[in-house]
T-cell receptor, first 112, second 116 residues
């Protein structure tokens, strides 16, 4: 079982739709959580840090459920420009230190 | 600078040749990380530095890979005797502080290494 798991998709949604991604992690000692966006093999760009209380940034809402060990990302009113791969990243304890552990990403295609 | 800079953008090497990649972290960031991204989006952690000191090298294939971060110079990742499976995009990231809670990493544009 992978340490951080995501549905690879692709999720094909029409413009204006609401779409949600989940990510599960196996290490209960994980400390911090992030969503990154990656376009077509370019560098990952930080979209949001995910806090226990949940957080919102415009059309994007991130939630953390520590009891069930999952993180979610909700995108409302999808735009064509939201088409990308969304990477779930967990800062987890491994080999004696904290490490960024990446999910394999969820592909989103927003269709006109 | 305000962004992580990586050079070169693309690098092509024949099997067995040496490859050297460079990274300049964001000014004021103490931590530098190197990752390898192969097909299917899998990111593999290679090594991290705290200033010029190795912080965590548990991901490095030590027999052929080496890395340095020297004062007043870009950090470097060197691969001796490249193999076909080294073909990947190598990302550098920097962080203002260590891998503790809520320490976000900022990524450079990557170097695409192709080994023929």
């Amino acid at each position: 079982r992978k340490e951080v798991e995501q549905d690879p998709g692709p999720f094909n949604v029409p413009e204006g739709a609401t779409v949600a991604f989940n990510c599960t992690y196996s290490n209960s000692a994980s400390q911090s959580f992030f969503w990154y966006r990656q376009d077509c093999r370019k560098e990952p760009k930080l979209l949001m840090s995910v806090y226990s209380s949940g957080n919102e940034d415009g059309r994007f809402t991130a939630q953390l459920n520590r009891a069930s060990q999952y993180i979610s990302l909700l995108i409302r009113d999808s735009k064509l420009s939201d088409s990308a791969t969304y990477l779930c990243v967990v800062n987890g304890w491994a080999s004696g230190t904290y490490k960024y552990i990446f999910g394999t990403g969820t592909r989103l295609k927003v269709l006109a | 600078g305000e962004e992580v800079a990586q050079t070169p953008k693309h690098l092509v090497r024949g099997e067995g040749q040496k490859a050297k990649l460079y990274c300049a972290p964001i000014k004021g960031h103490s931590y530098v990380f190197w990752y390898q991204q192969v097909l299917k989006n899998e990111f593999k952690f290679l090594i991290s530095f705290q200033n010029e000191n190795v912080f965590d090298e548990t991901g490095m294939p030590k027999e052929r890979f080496s890395a340095k971060c020297l004062p007043n110079s870009p950090c470097s990742l060197e691969i001796q005797a490249t193999k076909l499976e080294d073909s990947a995009v190598y990302f550098c990231a920097s962080s203002p502080s260590g891998q503790g809670t809520y320490n976000e990493q900022f990524f450079g544009p990557g170097t695409r290494l192709t080994v023929l």
